[in-house]
């Protein structure tokens, strides 16, 4: 009899079963696509952002829902100990900006396959095309599984590592969700998260492609500063994307939902107001005899230019030595706060993960066990855990997963 069942083949699940293998467990990984990792495989733009450097306890602070569950899974597997797990199976690494560990090849599908071969290694069977229908329980016992065909499959322990409902074309349709609520646990409200935004002005679309580097943004509710981070980000036909604005939807999203907001970005964040004002002033003098609409090039991307020069207000074809004062501090004042109107996010189909999920207030953060079904664990982003960019979502993955299949293999007689 196969003794821990594996539900999901993504980053959780391949982990979950690695662990409960090691662990002694007869595994099986069950997949209802048609191969591992579909999701995994286009994270990070289809490098993979493995985790993060950082010292472990900086990891706390990054993640937004419910970081102190988290203790048990961080410490009992870091993102060390998750970088060793990956370099002995394989896969060389690098770190980049803001700490981020990526495979040295660029390509997460030497991820997938690491994940695969050490599975293989350990003895896993991996069924695909095996589509779950629900959880067989009785007694407070999970005792299995049936899947979408009808077949019965019998184990000690089931771990849900189904994901969320984010990227649902890579088959995260909320299964796990509906597993959870069955055998009574609570599912907190979902919404996607680390998504990009909608904005209302016009030149969202004017600078769509435009990327922007080392810019500071700040996003308001009227006079109260909800998010402040510095990084990068980049203009879509629909509105704002890239790192910095992807982590602002985890904190203003549920906000946002609410009524519309105001990103403020600072184009020139390493200056003071007084410091840029002496710098135009050069740029002004330098170019003093030609039109404003050409004396700006050095300031900015070539494609937000004419934006820049509309939005101040200044005659596009008036003399730079007949600017005012005025005229000039306004424009100074545009580029420390270059502002649009967030009107809402983008949907699951967009969204890096899912905010919301199974209640952690009834899984036991000690081994990823459910409270309330015994034998049953859950891992990843089926539960109500998230976090910033950077890799801190997939160090959850790799964490819980790991705990969950030592745990469920651990506890079997």
Same mark, same amino acid.
Request: some cysteine; overall charge positive; aromatic content about 8%.
């Given at each position: 009899?196969?003794?821990?069942?594996?539900?999901?083949? !993504?980053?959780? !699940?391949?982990?979950?079963?690695?662990?409960?293998?090691?662990?002694?467990?007869?595994?099986?990984?069950?997949?209802?696509?048609?191969?591992?990792?579909?999701?995994?495989?286009?994270? !990070?733009?289809?490098?993979?952002?493995?985790?993060?450097?950082?010292?472990?306890?900086?990891?706390?602070? &990054?993640?937004?829902?419910?970081?102190?569950?988290?203790?048990?899974s961080?410490? %009992?597997?870091?993102?060390?100990?998750?970088?060793?797990?990956?370099?002995?199976?394989?896969?060389?690494?690098?770190?980049?900006?803001?700490?981020?560990?990526?495979?040295?090849? *660029?390509?997460s599908?030497?991820?997938?396959?690491?994940?695969?071969?050490?599975?293989i290694?350990l003895?896993?069977?991996?069924?695909?095309?095996?589509?779950?229908?629900?959880?067989?329980?009785?007694?407070?016992?999970?005792?299995?599984?049936?899947?979408s065909s009808?077949?019965?499959?019998?184990? *000690?322990?089931?771990?849900?590592?189904?994901?969320?409902?984010?990227?649902?074309?890579?088959?995260?349709?909320?299964?796990?969700?509906?597993?959870?609520?069955?055998?009574?646990?609570?599912?907190?409200?979902?919404?996607?998260?680390?998504?990009?935004?909608?904005v209302?002005?016009?030149?969202?679309?004017?600078?769509?492609?435009? %990327?922007?580097?080392?810019? !500071?943004?700040?996003?308001?509710?009227?006079?109260?500063?909800?998010?402040?981070?510095?990084?990068?980000?980049?203009?879509?036909?629909?509105?704002?994307?890239?790192?910095?604005?992807?982590? &602002?939807?985890?904190?203003?999203?549920?906000?946002?939902?609410?009524?519309?907001?105001?990103? /403020?970005?600072?184009?020139?964040? &390493?200056?003071?107001?007084?410091?840029?004002?002496?710098?135009?002033?050069?740029?002004?003098?330098?170019?003093?005899?030609?039109?404003?609409?050409?004396?700006?090039?050095?300031?900015?991307?070539?494609?937000?230019?004419p934006?820049?020069?509309?939005?101040?207000?200044i /005659?596009?074809?008036?003399?730079?030595?007949?600017?005012?004062?005025e005229?000039?501090?306004?424009?100074?004042?545009?580029?420390?706060?270059?502002?649009?109107?967030?009107?809402?996010?983008?949907g699951?189909?967009?969204?890096?993960?899912?905010?919301?999920?199974?209640?952690?207030?009834?899984?036991?953060?000690?081994?990823?066990?459910?409270?309330?079904?015994?034998?049953?664990?859950?891992?990843?982003?089926?539960?109500?855990?998230?976090?910033?960019?950077?890799?801190?979502?997939?160090?959850?993955?790799?964490?819980?997963?790991?705990?969950?299949?030592?745990?469920?293999?651990?506890?079997?007689?």
């Open positions: 009899m196969t003794r821990v069942i594996v539900v999901g083949g !993504g980053a959780a !699940g391949m982990m979950a079963a690695i662990s409960a293998a090691e662990s002694n467990g007869r595994v099986l990984l069950l997949e209802k696509n048609e191969k591992l990792g579909k999701k995994l495989f286009i994270t !990070g733009k289809g490098r993979c952002n493995l985790t993060n450097n950082a010292e472990i306890e900086s990891f706390f602070p &990054a993640v937004t829902r419910n970081p102190k569950f988290l203790y048990s961080f410490y %009992s597997f870091t993102n060390d100990q998750t970088v060793d797990f990956f370099e002995k199976a394989g896969v060389r690494t690098k770190v980049e900006r803001g700490g981020r560990v990526f495979p040295q090849s *660029d390509h599908s030497d991820v997938i396959a690491a994940l695969k071969r050490e599975m290694r003895g896993v069977s991996i069924s695909l095309h095996t589509e779950v229908r629900e959880l067989i329980v009785g007694h407070g016992e999970v005792k299995g599984i049936l899947t009808g077949e019965k499959m019998y184990a *000690d322990a089931v771990i849900v590592a189904t994901g969320g409902i984010s990227y649902p074309s890579t088959g995260s349709t909320g299964d796990g969700y509906r597993f959870a609520s069955k055998c009574g646990h609570k599912v907190t409200e979902l919404s996607p998260s680390l998504v990009p935004m909608e209302k002005e016009w030149y969202a679309e004017r600078l769509m492609g435009l %990327s922007l580097k080392n810019i !500071g943004i700040r996003i308001t509710d009227g006079k109260k500063k909800l998010y402040e981070e510095f990084g990068e980000m980049l203009f879509t036909h629909y509105g704002v994307t890239g790192p910095v604005i992807l982590s &602002a939807s985890s904190i203003v999203g549920n906000r946002l939902k609410e009524k519309e907001l105001v990103l /403020h970005i600072d184009l020139k964040p &390493a200056l003071s107001e007084d410091q840029l004002d002496k710098r135009v002033i050069r740029e002004f003098q330098a170019n003093q005899n030609r039109q404003f609409k050409n004396s700006v090039g050095s300031l900015f991307p070539s494609k937000l230019k934006v820049m020069v509309e939005l101040t207000g /005659h596009p074809e008036k003399r730079v030595s007949d600017i005012t004062k005229e000039r501090m306004r424009f100074v004042r545009l580029i420390k706060d270059f502002s649009m109107t967030l009107t809402g996010l983008r699951y189909g967009e969204a890096i993960i899912t905010k919301g999920g199974v209640s952690v207030r009834e899984i036991d953060p000690g081994s990823m066990e459910s409270r309330l079904v015994k034998g049953l664990y859950f891992a990843g982003e089926v539960l109500d855990l998230d976090a910033l960019t950077g890799g801190y979502n997939l160090q959850i993955a790799w964490s819980t997963g790991h705990l969950a299949g030592s745990s469920a293999a651990g506890n079997l007689q």
